[in-house]
DNA sequence: CGAGGTATTGACACACATCAATAGTTGTGG
DNA sequence: CCACAACTATTGATGTGTGTCAATACCTCG
C-alpha cells in the first residue's frame, strides 16, 4: 500500500488493530505533549515493523508519519498470531527485532539523558548512518538525511535554533561537512569516539535459534 | 537463586548468554559512559524478564545490579527457544511484555527529552507507583522507593543536587509527603495531570493471541 | 513573483550543573 | 554500646548550556 509524502499513517490514541510492515520509505513516530512539544521516537527504515509498541495497549501510543512516499504492507494480529503458532522461527526474529529496538531506545535515552547537545547529534548521525550501512546504502558515501532541523530538533530533545548552532559546531569541528540535507563524514571513527555511544554488534542468524522449518 | 543487595548480576559488555527471570525483589539496569557518569535504564520488579535486550547482540548492553535482595531464576537462550517452538502463546505473551517495555521506554524519553526536572521526577514516581499498583502491592497506599536520589538522579538524567531540590519543589507544591525513602501522594491524579505523560491502558488476555494449549 | 516553509544569526533569560560545605544516617568493628 | 567511617541528604553560591524571542536570509514551489 503506497503512501504520499508527510502523511499520517497512523496518529497516537487511535485504536492499534494492526501492524505495518515498511517495504520502503522513511517514517517517524513520534509523540506530542499537550504543551505542543514533540518527540521523535524513532526514524523508521525499509525492512522495519511499524506500530508493534502499541499491541499490548488499548490504543497507539505513537504517531506514524511519513517522510518520502513509502510503501506499507497491513498484518492483522490475528496473522501476527498465525506466525506464533506456525513460523516460531519468523516468531522469534520478531522478538529480537523487538530486543532490538529496546537497545535502540536505551542509546538514545542514555544519549539525551546524559550528553550534552553536540554529541547527542553526533550519536543520532552515527546512529542513522550505520543503519543505512547495514542495509548497504551508503558505506562511506553521504547521508541524504529527508528531515529538516526542526524534526532533527524533536529527536535530540533540543530546541531547532539550539540544533541549528551544534551542526554549525560539528561542521567547525570538522566531524561533519554538509551540502544542504547532506551530511558526509570526513572521519567515521572520530565521530564514533566523540559520541561516546558505544557500537553495537549484532548477531544474524545465531545458532540457537528455532530451525527454519519446524513441522 | 537468591542474590545479595547491591551486587551486579551481569556487567555490560560480558558475554549475554541467558535471560533471567525476577522473581522476588528489585534490580535496576543501568548503562555507564567513559566519563562516568550513568544512566538507568529501567527499575525492574518482580515478574520481570531480565537481560533479554542484550539478546540480537554479541555483547550485554546493560548492567544488571541487585537493590534488594532478589531471587532469579536462569534461562538458556535454547530454552527461550524451545518455548518460541512449543508454547506460541507464552511465546506471544514474551513477545507483547518486549512492546510495553518499549512503550516504556519511549515514556522515557518524552519525559527526558521534554519535560522540566520537577515534571520528570512526578512521572517516574508515577510510573513506580503504577507498576505497584498493577502488582496488588499498593493502592493509595504510600511507596517505599529502596533507592538514593543519587540513583534517581541517574533515572532523570539530572544531578543529585538538583533531584534533591527538585524533591523537595514537590513537596512544597503539596504533590508528594516524605517520610525518609516513603513516598506517599496526598492526590494521585493532581501528580498525573502535573506530569503529562498520558496514562497507559494495558490490555490483558487479549482475544487474538493463540489458544493457551495449541497442540 | 509572491508565499510559506526552512535555515541562520543575535541578544538575553533561565533551568540545571558545578563546586563546596554541613548535617544526617547507616553500618561496622572494637 | 559506643566510635568512627562511609554513604546519603540538604543547602548555598556561582557558572554555563540550552531555551526563548526576534529578525533576516534562503529556498522551493505554486
Known sequence: MPFAANTVIRHEGDAANHLYMLHDGWVIASAGLSDGSR???????????LGAPSLPFSCSAETLRTLTSPVVATVSKAGLAEIFVSLPRLAMLFFLAAQEERVFLMDRLISVGRLRASKRLAAFLLHIYDRLCAMGVSDGAPIDLPM???????????????????FAQL?????????????????????????????????????????MLSR
Open 39 to 49: 518527540q521523535v521516537l524513532k526514524v523508521h527504515f525499509p525492512g522495519d515493523v
Open 148 to 166: 529538516s532541523q526542526e524534526m532533527i530538533a524533536d529527536v535530540l530533545g533540543l530546541t531547532t535554533v539550539h540544533t541549528n548552532r551544534v
Open 171 to 211: 561542521e567547525m569541528r570538522g566531524l561533519i561537512a554538509r551540502r544542504g540535507r547532506i551530511i558526509e563524514f570526513p572521519d567515521i571513527m572520530a565521530v564514533r569516539r566523540f559520541s561516546g555511544i558505544p557500537t553495537r554488534h549484532i548477531v544474524r542468524n545465531q545458532n540457537w535459534l528455532p530451525a
